[in-house]
């Protein structure tokens, strides 16, 4: 069955301090991928997303992501987190599965930023 | 700006209530969806609806309906609460691609059943 995966519940960083959220899907092709991040009280808001072309994009915020079709990931990354990243973060995969298009959440990263 | 409304941040309902939760936007956006966000497991779609009248079945339908009579308003209805209900409500919106796009998110509905 189709599913996405993010190993980590919780994640500490300094402020600073680079950063990495992992995500790894289980899909037959490459699907739609997408990054989001919730803050405290809200909903979910769109990082960045990847349909095809460089396997590296760019998002809002300083977060970038790389797609890698070999381990079937597509992590995040932050060269220096802010404290103001703490938030939860979900990955998302958009699929088509049993003649329907799917889109799929992981179960959230909940990112922690220490001063 | 883009928005994507819910009618309350917060609820509390007694067991065997009917409880009725609003979505509106404003994108004119085809699609629309209903989530409920557990701590652990993400979020889990409860129903979607891709136009006017029109409703599929996520992966948790039971216990809830739905109703869209206007393409911007896509309500969530619980029969009769239940304490397992408990939970975060989200509603979102994405333009017609059947789901092949950004969603776009409420900012939820923090329900309380009794």
């Known amino acids: 069955a189709q599913s996405v995966t993010q190993p980590d519940i919780h994640i500490t960083v300094s402020e600073g301090a680079s950063l990495e959220l992992r995500c790894n899907y289980s899909y037959g092709a490459t699907p739609y991928l997408f990054w989001y991040v919730q803050s405290p009280g809200q909903g979910l808001q769109l990082l960045l997303k990847y349909f095809s072309g460089d396997t590296l994009v760019q998002g809002i915020k300083g977060f970038e992501a790389e797609f890698k079709r070999s381990q079937s990931s597509f992590n995040l990354r932050k060269p220096s987190v802010h404290w103001s990243d703490a938030a939860e973060y979900f990955c998302?995969?958009?699929?088509?599965?049993?003649?329907?298009?799917?889109?799929?959440f992981g179960t959230g990263t909940r990112l922690k930023v220490l001063a | 700006d883009v928005k994507v409304t819910q009618s309350s941040r917060y609820l509390v309902k007694r067991t065997g209530e009917k409880v009725f939760l609003e979505c509106v936007q404003d994108?004119?956006?085809?699609?629309m969806f209903w989530y409920r966000q557990d701590p652990g497991l993400g979020l889990r779609l409860i129903y979607f609806s891709y136009d006017v009248k029109m409703k599929e079945k996520g992966d948790i339908p039971e216990g809830y309906s739905v109703s869209r009579e206007k393409k911007e308003r896509f309500s969530l209805i619980l029969e009769s609460a239940s304490t397992n209900q408990t939970s975060m409500y989200l509603c979102a919106s994405s333009p017609r691609g059947q789901g092949r796009d950004e969603q776009f998110f409420g900012p939820g509905t923090r329900l309380t059943v009794l």
């Open positions: 994108m004119d956006h085809e699609n």
């Open positions: 998302a995969v958009d699929l088509f599965a049993s003649g329907t298009y799917k889109y799929i």
